[in-house]
């Protein structure tokens, strides 16, 4: 069936240095590609998607890039800071219609 | 704008009773609404695809008749957990999608507790 896989499960930086977290998907067929971020007892908040017509996209410190050949998405924060730290999760549009979750990223930023 | 609100937050229940955890749409109309369940510091589970007027369509391995979805109008669904049990306590997220579109927006939750 369709997958998502998701790394690093846990992620530790420096503020002000960047994240990277990255993401597989199993389905070819999927086209688009949202990014949620979970902070503790909260509901997840959509912070940033792509579509597959689209390699990269940005907004601010956050940018995610996507590879359709390799099915590789990933996303990228740049300048952290310590309200960046919680989870991260990548997801799949798939052909079935509905959104496959990744296994989620935490993310700390040490000060 | 995009707000899904989520009623109950939390709900305690005795073993064998039956809960009703309500979602709706706030500002926009949603045809497609989904329910997930998550664990503590696990992902999202999507337990099933909620549709407007016809059946839920559900996960594999999910019961149809513990989790019943109905979803009445383009901006409420509803999820009855029935004949509850102690393995039944979770986090219940619900998230609709704006018609025409594919992003989906996350009520707050509700906590279930089953004693």
């Known amino acids: 069936g369709e997958n998502v896989e998701q790394h690093p499960s846990t992620l530790s930086v420096q503020e002000g240095d960047s994240a990277v977290i990255k993401c597989t998907y199993s389905?070819?067929?999927?086209?688009?590609f949202p990014w949620y971020k979970q902070e503790l007892g909260k509901r997840p908040q959509l912070i940033i998607d792509?579509?597959?017509?689209?390699g990269e996209k940005k907004d601010q410190r956050i940018a995610v890039t996507l590879n359709k050949t390799a099915k590789h998405f990933s996303l990228h924060i740049t300048e952290t800071q310590p309200e960046d730290s919680a989870v991260y999760f990548c997801a799949s549009y798939s052909s079935a219609s509905k959104i496959i979750f990744g296994s989620g990223t935490r993310l700390s930023i040490r000060p | 704008g995009a707000v899904v609100s989520q009623h109950p937050s939390w709900v305690i229940c005795k073993s064998g009773t039956s809960v009703k955890i309500e979602c709706r749409s706030l500002?926009?109309?949603?045809?497609?609404m989904f329910w997930y369940r998550q664990f503590p510091k696990q992902s999202l589970m999507l337990m099933a695809t909620?549709?407007?007027?016809?059946?839920?369509?559900?996960e594999q391995g999910v019961e149809k008749d513990k989790f019943l979805i109905n979803h009445a109008s383009l901006t409420l669904s509803t999820l009855t957990v029935t004949s509850a049990h102690p393995e039944d306590s979770s986090f219940y997220i619900c998230?609709?999608?704006?018609?025409?579109?594919?992003?989906?927006?996350f009520g707050p939750g509700t906590r279930l507790t089953v004693t």
């Open positions: 792509i579509r597959s017509n689209v």
């Open positions: 998230s609709a999608t704006p018609d025409g579109t594919y992003e989906q927006y």
């Open positions: 909620s549709n407007e007027g016809s059946k839920a369509t559900y």
């Open positions: 389905d070819s067929a999927s086209n688009y």
């Open positions: 500002d926009f109309q949603a045809t497609t």
